[in-house]
């Protein structure tokens, strides 16, 4: 079995930002004359009033200050509350395929690698835009890669996932170096006029390349002591949109299509999941939680990760052990751990071991145990 390193990892960020006043202004002002325009219905309880929201209780409930929008024209605009995003022919470059590239240049840049060094291209990620030709493939041919590439869905664990399978590929012998990608572009699945849910999204894209040590040269270079992935089914995170609204005439833009969740089920069922996983990983590979110098965890709700990583240490974290980047990004699906990792990973001193770690709907849970070269 070969030795694996991670040895690149790239990020990149879209230019226009959300800030929580700027969104829940729009959502208020929709919300506003919604229930001017049903007050007669209001007041007969044949319907119930909207709710308004404030940059307070979003701040408070998740840690989110801001989100990055691929495309922020129509998301504030009441009459439409979705990014306005002009539809490209089949010639040109996908919109994933393009924030895919900005993040997989820098990190084969990280690496030290060029085209001819990598064997396989895994787009891994929550939502792809398109059923197929896979959005990896439309990379690799864009970066010249001589090699496979396939797309991955598996929410928002879909890059710790696709690091597991690139780690095998890699560890059998069957790829010399694999390119993972994560193009969230997760603005078009959210329901703006949902208060629980508008403000949780933000759009993002990273990307790592994965090598067997021995062709390593990165000046900053991790290598997998281990990989962990579970799935439980549950229904309490959801996403419906699917081809299949065309035969069964459902409205494929209804709110159940978008993304939705039971989010105090979420918070009760996931947190012990993830701390009973992360144990159980760092202690298959002859660690205790003691040795371990910092936390990537995915960034879905700053409640989430300090309480898991406070069951785990017995002790409130620090940003530097456990980085939580939520104020700036948001939750970003699958890249929220890498994120923290890209911009977390540095400092670390040989030795010193670190976790990366996802969790979202599923449910799933995927992690990896890394140690600085």
């Known amino acids: ?67 990055y929008a691929y495309v922020k024209d129509g998301i504030l ?85 696709a690091l597991q399978r690139a780690h095998d590929a890699i560890a059998a012998g069957s790829a010399r170096a694999v390119l993972v990608i994560n193009p969230e572009l997760t603005s078009p699945q959210v329901n703006y006029r949902d208060r629980d849910g508008h403000f949780i999204f933000g759009d993002v894209a990273t990307a790592m390349v994965l090598e067997r040590a021995e062709t390593c ?31 069964d005439d459902s409205n494929p833009y209804a709110a159940d299509k978008l993304f939705h969740q039971n989010g105090r089920r979420v918070f009760k069922e996931v947190c012990p999941m993830a701390a009973d996983h992360l144990l159980a990983q760092i202690q298959s590979v002859g660690l205790a939680v003691a040795d371990i110098r910092r936390w990537w965890l995915h960034q879905a709700n700053i409640n989430m990760n300090q309480l898991i990583v406070r069951r785990l240490l017995g002790t409130e ?23 923290a990792f890209a911009l977390h990973h540095e400092d670390l001193k040989a030795g010193d071991h670190g976790v990366i770690c996802s969790f979202g709907a599923g449910y799933s849970i995927g992690s990896l145990v890394l140690r600085k070269r």
């Open 77 to 161: 605009d009441i009459d439409r509350m979705r990014p306005r995003l002009p539809e490209r022919g089949e010639d040109a470059l996908s919109h994933q395929a393009e924030i895919a590239l900005n993040a997989a240049v820098p990190a084969l840049a990280a690496a030290g690698k060029s085209a001819a060094d990598i064997d396989l291209v895994i787009v891994s990620c929550a939502y792809t835009q398109r059923a197929y030709p896979a959005i990896a493939i439309e990379v690799q041919a864009k970066l010249g890669i001589d090699g496979a590439g396939f797309d991955m869905l598996v929410a928002c664990s879909a890059a710790t996932f």
């Open 317 to 339: 974290p620090s940003q530097d052990v456990s980085p939580i980047v939520l104020d700036e990004y948001a939750n970003t699906a699958s890249a929220g751990s890498l994120i």
């Open 1 to 67: 079995m070969n030795e694996v390193v991670i040895s690149g990892v790239g990020l990149w960020h879209p230019a226009d930002v959300i800030t929580n006043e700027e969104l829940v202004g729009a959502y208020n002002a929709w919300a506003a004359r919604e229930n001017h325009r049903n007050a007669d219905a209001i007041a007969a309880g044949e319907t119930t009033e909207i709710p308004l929201s404030s940059a307070e209780f979003i701040e408070k409930a998740s840690g989110i200050r801001q989100r």
């Open 217 to 247: 040269t990165a000046l900053h270079s991790y290598t997998v002591l281990g990989t962990r992935a579970r799935t439980v089914y549950s229904n309490n995170i959801r996403s419906n949109f699917g081809y299949l609204s065309y035969a």
